[in-house]
């Protein structure tokens, strides 16, 4: 039972560069999320999915994009690195009914030169 | 978003009682949530509790909720060395967006 995975763990862009952030869970959860962590600020929400083929924008979407052709799947994609996106980015899923919360991947650490 | 705001350090000696506190500003919010933490890790689900309870007990952790106040406490009971981590309380307005605090760092000290 993987849960959520995240690769990958560790990413150094240079400004600029593109990247996909991947993230797969198999827990047939509906809901998926990426988070981004940055110190003293808790997590914030970049986007959001709650099924496949449905995608929208969190509270800091700029710079970012994502796609849900799959139950499974939740890539993010920098489109062109800042610095300003160095942080440690989580992907969560869940079932979506509150009482079991989100599931949270290990992360990955990006940062941007 | 800093809705929801948290002390940022708590230390406590190893075997006493934790409390860390949390408030909330969404009167609507559903389910409160509490996570750890720990270095180089992911959040980990430690409990929750559903907006119409006023407490919630799962073994070492008592969840107290005042809605009038807008208030959430996690105690933990006998607290040990691995519970040194950063613990997150967040609200959930929806079945899609939790929203965090910026988290408590708990040193455990002997």
């Known amino acids: 039972n993987a849960g959520v995975t995240q690769t990958p763990k560790f990413q150094v862009l240079k400004t600029g560069q593109s990247m996909t952030l991947q993230c797969a869970q198999d827990m047939n959860h509906e809901y998926m999320s990426w988070y981004r962590q940055d110190p003293g600020m808790g997590l914030r929400l970049i986007h959001y999915?709650?099924?496949?083929?449905?995608?929208d924008q969190g509270e800091v979407p700029n710079g970012y994009n994502v796609s849900r052709s799959t139950t499974e799947d939740f890539p993010l994609r920098l489109l062109s690195a800042a610095p300003s996106q160095t942080s440690v980015y989580f992907c969560?899923?869940?079932?979506?009914?509150?009482?079991?919360?989100?599931?949270f991947g290990s992360g990955t650490r990006l940062t941007v030169v | 978003g800093e809705d929801v705001e948290q002390s940022l350090f708590l230390s406590v000696r190893e075997g006493d009682s934790s409390v860390i506190n949390c408030t909330y500003t969404?009167?609507?919010?559903?389910?409160l949530y509490w996570y750890k933490q720990e270095p180089g890790a992911g959040l980990q689900l430690l409990t929750y509790?559903?907006?119409?309870?006023d407490m919630k007990q799962d073994q070492r952790l008592t969840v107290l909720l005042n809605k009038k106040d807008k208030h959430l406490s996690l105690r933990i009971a006998d607290t040990q060395t691995g519970d040194s981590a950063i613990y997150f309380c967040?609200?959930?307005?929806?079945?899609?967006?939790?929203?965090f605090g910026a988290g408590t760092t708990v040193t455990v000290r002997a």
């Open positions: 999915s709650v099924g496949a083929g449905i995608t």
């Open positions: 969404d009167s609507s919010s559903t389910y």
């Open positions: 509790i559903f907006s119409n309870m």
């Open positions: 969560a899923s869940s079932t979506g009914t509150g009482d079991h919360g989100y599931t």
């Open positions: 967040a609200e959930s307005m929806n079945d899609y967006k939790l929203s």
